[in-house]
T-cell receptor, first 113, second 112 residues
């Protein structure tokens, strides 16, 4: 099993630009999570999907953030426009619905200059 | 409001000694708890878990203890090895709810 795959691994962009992060969950998993890791808040849940449907997006910080899951094997997290305070590591994780153990990708380190 | 708290940002332990990482939670609905380990430039990986019907779960060198009345759990690593140097995250959930709430992490450094 390839695990959860995230791309890109690193993204450097300028303030105001659109950023799109991508995630492929583990095959067969039907829950997908997007997290942001910061020093101050640790791992924050941004949004999660069950069967491609957004269930809880209360962690999405602002309208600049949006996430989609068009099918069971692909999800995107978009930031438009990006700001320097969005700089962080973004993780995607997947599991089965009702499963407690989430499996994480290697993350995308985003730097907004 | 941080529902899962790891009050020690860092911890240094001599190789071979016991490492104890602590975690407190405030939400009494939490009934399943996990520890994740994270190396630099990698995603967190599951380490060990415990449900609220138990007060201890052991897996090799790793033991998690749960004190429900104090809303406190701890991870014991014994003996500590250099490869245990990582950031450890505590997480909690309601049973049957796949959503996890994570703490801020504790960076463990094992000194050779």
């Amino acid at each position: 099993d390839a695990g959860v795959i995230q791309s890109p691994r690193h993204e450097v962009t300028e303030m105001g630009q659109e950023v799109t992060l991508r995630c492929k969950p583990i095959s067969g998993h039907n829950s997908l999570f997007w997290y942001r890791q910061t020093m101050m808040r640790g791992l924050e849940l941004l949004i999660y999907f069950n069967n491609n449907v957004p269930i809880d997006d209360s962690g999405m910080p602002e309208d600049r953030f949006s996430a989609k899951m068009p099918n069971a094997s692909f999800s995107t997290l978009k930031i438009q426009p990006s700001e320097p305070r969005d700089s962080a590591v973004y993780f995607c994780a997947s599991t089965n619905i009702g499963g407690n153990i989430q499996y994480f990708g290697a993350g995308t380190r985003l730097s907004v200059l | 409001d941080q529902q899962v708290k790891q009050n020690s940002p860092s911890l240094s332990v001599q190789e071979g000694r016991i490492s104890i990482l602590n975690c407190d939670y405030t939400n009494s609905m939490f009934d399943y708890f996990l520890w994740y380990k994270k190396y630099p430039a990698e995603g967190p990986t599951f380490l060990i878990s415990i449900s609220s019907i138990k007060d201890k779960n052991e897996d090799g060198r790793f033991t998690v203890f749960l004190n429900k009345s104090a809303k406190h759990l701890s991870l014991h690593i014994v003996p500590s090895q250099p490869g245990d140097s990582a950031v450890y995250f505590c997480a909690a959930s309601d049973f049957g709810n796949e959503k996890l709430t994570f703490g801020t992490g504790t960076r463990l450094t094992i000194i050779p």
